[in-house]
């Protein structure tokens, strides 16, 4: 077993599945939200990110990887992308993923990667990264971290053209 703290989520990673925990973040919250009133720029930036809204914001920012399980499974679920790596079960309304496990790639595999070089909105879908890729069993490669909302939709928009 190996253990993969990210951001928003704890990766426990155990034989041939991928076990995500979506994490709550009290403390990057109190400190963010302390910022926000002495900063126009980042209070636009937050809103924008994770609003419309302050009280939705906030919940967005605090269960980040809650959010993020549900995108992935509920996207993995409804389309069954060959792009991406799918997650098979949703257990504690999504504080719980589990995904099937691949293998990890190196840099210079990214130009196998599937590509989603879009814009949604001001926010960037984060796919640059060989970490967010994996080898699936069958020798794809394939996007195994897809919760953020801006990835998602940029995998809804180009589902099309696969």
Known sequence: ???RLGTTRIVLLIGDQAIKIG?????????RLLILPFSRERRRHFLAKYGPGITRAVMQDLCAGLYANRNEYDYSATHRDPR?????KRLWGGWIVIQLRGTPIMVHELPEAPVLRKRIGTQPCEMDKATQFC??????????????????TALSETLRRI
């Not at 994490?23 to 400190?31: D, F, G, K, M, S």
């Open 23 to 31: 994490r709550l973040r009290p403390l990057r919250l109190l400190l």
């Open 135 to 152: 080898r699936h069993p069958d020798g794809r490669v394939v996007l195994a971290d897809y919760g953020r909302i801006t990835t998602v």
């Open 1 to 3: 077993m190996r253990i």
């Open 84 to 88: 991406v790596i799918p997650t098979t």
